[in-house]
C-alpha cells in the first residue's frame, strides 16, 4: 500500500512564527486533504489540494504531485493554531492518513 | 463546505452491551461513507467503506461481527459496536464525499466511546 510520511513530527512555535509543513507520499494519487484536528476531535478542511498551490488567511498549501510531496504554510501563527495536523492521500477509493504533526503554538 | 454530522459525540457504556452511532450527511447524498478509528496520540485508521444498499466493505484485520455497519439511506450510516470491551474504547469518526471520487471529504464531530 502506499506510504504517507509527515514531518516534523512535533513542532513547538512561539506566537508569531512561521513554519512548514511537509507530507511525502510513496506513489501517484487521486488527492490531497490538509485537517486540523482541534483539541475536541473535530477535523477541519483546511485544502482540497492535489496539484497547485492555495492560499486561505495565513495558511497556504502547495502539492507537488509529480515529486509526491504537498507542503502546508502557516505564518504569523497564533496559539489557537495548536493541534495535530494531518495530510491525507486518496489512494483508490480511500483516503491514507499520514501519521500527522503536534503542533504547539505559546504565547 | 458539506456537513457530515455524527451523534453521539461520547458514549459510556458497560462491557457487553452494544453501541450504535449514527453518521450523516446533512446537506448532501452520499452513496459512500467511511468509518475511521482513532486512538490516543495515533492517526486516523480506515476500518471500513459503508456503502449505501449493499454490505460494508472491511479493511483487513477489522472484525466484520463485531462492527456491524448499515447504510440504509443516502444521507444515513450507523455503526454499531457490538458486545463491547474495553479495548474497543476509542475515537470514532465518519466520513463523506458530497460527490463521487476525486472530490472532497467532510468528517463528523467524532464518537468517544469507552467502555467500561
Known amino acids: 500500500g502506499i506510504q504517507v510520511e509527515q514531518s516534523p513530527p512535533d513542532l513547538i512555535l512561539q506566537e508569531g512564527a512561521n513554519s512548514t509543513l511537509r507530507c511525502n507520499f510513496s506513489d501517484s494519487v487521486n488527492n490531497l486533504q490538509w485537517f486540523h484536528q482541534n483539541p475536541w476531535g473535530q477535523l477541519i478542511n483546511l485544502f482540497y489540494?492535489?496539484?497547485g498551490t492555495k492560499q486561505n488567511g495565513r495558511l497556504s498549501a502547495t502539492t507537488v504531485a509529480t515529486e509526491r510531496y504537498s507542503l502546508l504554510y502557516i505564518s504569523s501563527s497564533q496559539t489557537t493554531d495548536s493541534g495535530v495536523y494531518f495530510c491525507a492521500v486518496e489512494y483508490g477509493n480511500k483516503l491514507v492518513f499520514g501519521a500527522g504533526t503536534i503542533l504547539r503554538v505559546k504565547s | 463546505g458539506a456537513v457530515v454530522s455524527q451523534h453521539p459525540s461520547w458514549v459510556i457504556c458497560k462491557s457487553g452491551t452494544s453501541v450504535k452511532i449514527e453518521c450523516r450527511s446533512l446537506d448532501f447524498q452520499a452513496t459512500t461513507m467511511f468509518w475511521y478509528r482513532q486512538f490516543p496520540k495515533q492517526s486516523l485508521m480506515l476500518m471500513a467503506t459503508?456503502?449505501?444498499?449493499?454490505?460494508?466493505?472491511?479493511e483487513q484485520g477489522v472484525e466484520k461481527d463485531k462492527f456491524l455497519i448499515n447504510h440504509a439511506s443516502l444521507t444515513l450510516s450507523t455503526l454499531t459496536v457490538t458486545s463491547a470491551h474495553p479495548e474497543d474504547s476509542s475515537f470514532y469518526i465518519c466520513s463523506a464525499r458530497p460527490g463521487a471520487l476525486n472530490t472532497e471529504a467532510f468528517f463528523g464531530q467524532g464518537t468517544r466511546l469507552t467502555v467500561v
Open positions: 489540494i492535489p496539484s
Open positions: 459503508s456503502n449505501e444498499g449493499s454490505k460494508a466493505t472491511y
